[in-house]
């Protein structure tokens, strides 16, 4: 079945620990992305990654790192999470111009 | 900077009529439209396109509507359904400016059975 799958779908830590979400694509898209979602906001882009080894910052990118070693898989890092990064995580991917993203089920990240 | 947004956050429609959901977009440069579907829990998930050569795209029960006049998008639903409860979004893509899709705030539309 083609997806996205992130892990942890849940996540509690305390400011300051290092985390790192996965997120891993089975359909060899070539373009991947990290989206926040916050009530009253649309999903806001954190990062993306066109191609392997290729990546940019999307509209918040700050506290946030990815890196992008091979096609499917982009891990987000959060170096040191701190409590405005409390929210709901989502990756996805996107097969070609003009085509819908396909997104995972989500990672709800608490920061204490 | 660019904006999407939805007219109503809310919506309560009984079960067998019919539902729209509203989009406004900013970015007369915008070229494809898509909406998403989310359920509690998950991610969200495609329902509909459209390009901005069409005015209009049927699926299963659902229909886009595009004026790229007023800058308008809209999802009907026909013959709403319980199922169909859930927060619906959309999202318009500047082709020309590379893979940034922008998002709308979205729509809860409850199904009244």
Redesign the interface.
């Known amino acids: 079945e083609a997806q996205?799958t992130q892990n942890p779908r849940y996540l509690i830590t305390v400011t300051g620990k290092k985390l790192t979400v996965t997120c891993s694509q089975n359909m060899n898209h070539e373009?991947m992305s990290w989206?926040r979602q916050d009530p009253?906001?649309?999903?806001?882009?954190i990062y993306?990654s066109?191609n392997v080894e290729v990546t940019d910052k999307?509209d918040v990118p700050e506290g946030y790192k990815v890196s992008r070693k091979e096609k499917r898989n982009f891990p987000l890092i959060l170096e040191s999470p701190s409590p405005n990064q409390t929210s709901l995580y989502?990756c996805a991917s996107?097969g070609g111009?003009?085509?819908?993203?396909?997104?995972?089920?989500?990672t709800r990240l608490t920061v204490t | 900077g660019e904006s999407v947004g939805l007219h109503l956050p809310t919506l309560s429609v009984q079960e067998g009529d019919n539902s729209i959901i509203n989009c406004a977009y900013s970015n007369s440069a915008s070229d494809y439209f898509i909406w998403y579907k989310q359920e509690s829990g998950k991610g969200p998930q495609f329902i509909i396109d459209i390009r901005s050569n069409m005015d209009k795209r049927q699926g299963q029960r659902v229909t886009v509507l595009l004026n790229k006049t007023v800058k308008h998008l809209s999802l009907q639903i026909a013959a709403t359904q319980p199922g169909d409860s859930a927060v619906y979004f959309c999202a318009d893509l500047n082709g020309v400016a590379g893979n940034q899709f922008y998002f709308g705030t979205g729509t809860s539309l409850t199904v009244i059975p």
């Open positions: 996205v373009y989206y009253g906001l649309g999903l806001r882009q993306y066109m999307g989502f996107l111009y003009n085509s819908p993203l396909h997104f995972g089920n989500g």
